[in-house]
């Protein structure tokens, strides 16, 4: 297991609103998105779906909708809106949640804290 680290990674006034950032954070890609509320979320920037870049999708409702599926993945808690709504339950479950990172904003800056990889 890798030690977890907060790494600043941009200027919290450089994400607007409803924007969508790529950056590195312990070599990992990590996608950031200022939500609707003002909240800065950090998240794989890959579906777990099938892999597509998330960063390429649309922000809705505190949500990112993938640009080839349109799964819907909540930035707060990191689990899928859509299909998961409509799907028989047994389904469902089986939907891959969207990995989260911790954020904070500090002294002007967005940090994120991840683990570093071993």
């Given at each position: 297991m890798?030690?977890s680290?907060?790494?600043r990674?941009?200027?919290?006034q450089d994400l607007k609103s409803?924007?969508v950032?790529k950056?590195?954070?312990?070599?990992?890609?990590?996608?950031l998105?200022r939500?609707?509320?003002?909240?800065v979320?950090?998240?794989s920037?890959?579906?777990?779906?099938q892999?597509?870049?998330?960063?390429?999708?649309?922000?809705?409702?505190?949500?990112?909708d993938?640009?080839r599926?349109h799964?819907?993945?909540?930035?707060?808690?990191?689990?899928?809106?859509y299909?998961?709504?409509?799907?028989?339950?047994?389904?469902?479950?089986?939907?891959?949640?969207?990995r989260?990172y911790?954020t904070?904003?500090?002294e002007?800056?967005?940090w994120?804290?991840?683990?570093?990889?071993?």
């Open positions: 890798g030690d680290l907060w790494q990674v941009l200027a919290d409803g924007q950032s950056v590195s954070v312990a070599g990992k890609k990590i996608m998105v939500l609707e509320d003002g909240t979320a950090a998240a920037p890959v579906c777990p779906h892999g597509e870049d998330l960063t390429a999708g649309k922000l809705y409702m505190g949500a990112i993938c640009p599926h799964y819907l993945y909540d930035l707060h808690t990191g689990e899928n809106r299909p998961r709504n409509v799907f028989p339950a047994d389904l469902a479950e089986r939907l891959a949640p969207l989260l911790p904070k904003i500090e002007g800056w967005i994120v804290q991840a683990s570093r990889e071993r």
